[in-house]
């Protein structure tokens, strides 16, 4: 975690919150060790909570959700014979540490856990999951958002149940839109004009910054997967396969774009999780900020001098009439195998948010959380609510088409490996100390190197 203020949204997260500095090194002989258990036979847990008797069996559930009490207390009010007892155990790495620990030890685990999308295969490959869809979470497959079912399930297995997810669009300043006579970019061209033309009108003003730093590498993977790029081909049933192709010639597309913008002193780059990133998006250096469905919350906290000045336009395409997205951040929540309730563990990780209007009204109106669950995300009072921000718009007419265009998406299940290399070959480009077109081509090598020695069979 970054020491700075984190996003204020489902522990937001997604920038200062847990793009995790876990010590890889020291993990490198362990993954190698569950690979190999991973591709045997695993078994379940020992450890677990609940009531004995007559009682409601009750649930431990990891969580860091803001205003998350009343999710669970809603839950709790509407369930007779499940009951949750929320324990909050940290935010991002913070948890997953623990997590680790605890699995590891063989008890200590929660039945319940709160875990980001790119960090269900490292979970899953230690046999730490449960496969819900012996419980009945197949029935649930048609109520979320395709790409974000995917990622939680294997063919009929299914490890955990979408919450939020991350679309992109564009938010932006419409008074310095204004006063710079700006258009408002549709294509990736665009908004390298508007760029500099802004820049030339007054050079302490950017169109955007460039997220540079590790908090921001979530940042960069969504615009390569708008791009089209697909860096990994993973399924747990079938390892030790896996696709690693880092250095398509999407992703060099995109590193060389804002690559050129770098250089050409087109856009700042200040790292996320920094004082004087927050104060330019409250001062005016930075007329958009380039963000994900839960940005709306981020940005009103951290801005709030400049509320009715936003608008939010759909995140612009390399082809001009596309409609190509990418996703930045998204939880899910997951049933570990130390539980000894599998059936109710697995009712509350589908219901605790699930279709429930009244916890989503929480999640949404207080949690900033963008829904997963189809008939919420796609429903009137989520696609309509006005938010005075954005000078009353309904942003979310911008927000829900995006998420209902993203492709699908494999994570690598050692992501932290390839956030820390992509994130340290991006600040050797940005010190001049290589081309920004051989950073694609660096990580994959690494990547690929890394997973070679942790026993995976490796192709592209």
């Known amino acids: 975690m970054s020491s700075s203020r984190q996003h204020p949204t489902g522990g937001r997260r997604r920038t200062a919150r847990s793009f995790r500095r876990t010590a890889v090194a020291a993990g490198s002989a362990a993954l190698a060790g569950v690979l190999l258990a991973a591709c045997g036979s695993g078994g379940g847990g020992t450890g677990g909570s609940g009531a004995a008797g007559g009682g409601p069996v009750h649930i431990k559930v990891w969580a860091w959700y803001p205003q998350f009490k ?115 970019p549709t294509t990736w061209a665009e908004f390298k004009q508007e760029a500099a033309k802004l820049h030339k009108a007054d050079p302490n003003v950017y169109l955007t910054d460039f997220g540079s730093d590790q908090t921001a590498a979530g940042w960069r993977q969504g615009l390569t997967w708008q791009a089209g790029s697909r860096p990994y081909t993973y399924a747990a049933s079938k390892l030790p396969d896996l696709g690693v192709k880092l250095d398509d010639d999407n992703a060099r597309k995109v590193y060389e774009y804002w690559g050129d913008l770098v250089k050409n002193k087109l856009v700042d780059t200040q790292s996320y999780a920094t004082t004087d990133f927050y104060n330019g998006l409250s001062s005016g ?20 001098k400049t509320a009715g000045k936003w608008r939010v336009a759909p995140l612009p395409q390399w082809n001009k009439g596309d409609n190509a997205q990418g996703d930045w951040g998204g939880s899910t929540f997951a049933v570990t195998t130390q539980t000894k309730h599998p059936k109710e563990a697995t009712e509350v990780a589908r219901e605790l948010f699930g279709t429930s209007e009244a916890a989503w009204k929480i999640g949404i109106d207080q949690a900033y959380l963008f829904p997963l669950s189809n008939p919420i995300l796609n429903g009137a009072y989520f696609r309509n609510k006005k938010y005075d921000f954005f000078g009353g718009q309904q942003i979310n007419k911008v927000f829900v088409p995006a998420a209902n265009g993203i492709g699908s998406f494999d994570w690598s299940p050692f992501q932290d490996f390839a956030y820390n290399t992509e994130t340290s070959e991006v600040g050797k480009a940005l010190q001049g100390q290589t081309p920004w077109s051989s950073v694609p081509g660096n990580v994959q090598q690494q990547v690929t190197s890394y997973a070679s020695k942790q026993g995976f069979k490796v192709s592209r």
């Open 285 to 304: 250096k930075y007329a958009t900020y380039i963000a994900a469905g839960w940005g709306p919350g981020y940005l009103s906290s951290v801005a709030k």
């Open 70 to 184: 009343q999710v669970v207390d809603e839950f709790n009010k509407t369930h007779k014979d499940v009951q949750v007892d929320w324990v909050q155990a940290g935010v991002g790495q913070d948890e997953y540490t623990k997590l680790k620990t605890a699995l590891k030890a063989g008890q200590g685990a929660p039945d319940v856990v709160m875990l980001e999308f790119q960090e269900l295969p490292t979970i899953q490959l230690s046999k730490g999951l449960l496969d819900m869809g012996k419980y009945g979470a197949n029935e649930d497959k048609g109520k979320y958002v395709d790409w974000a079912w995917k990622q939680v399930s294997d063919g009929d297995h299914v490890y955990a149940i979408p919450v939020d997810g991350g679309p992109m669009a564009m938010m932006y300043r419409a008074d310095l839109f204004k006063k710079y006579q700006l258009k408002v």
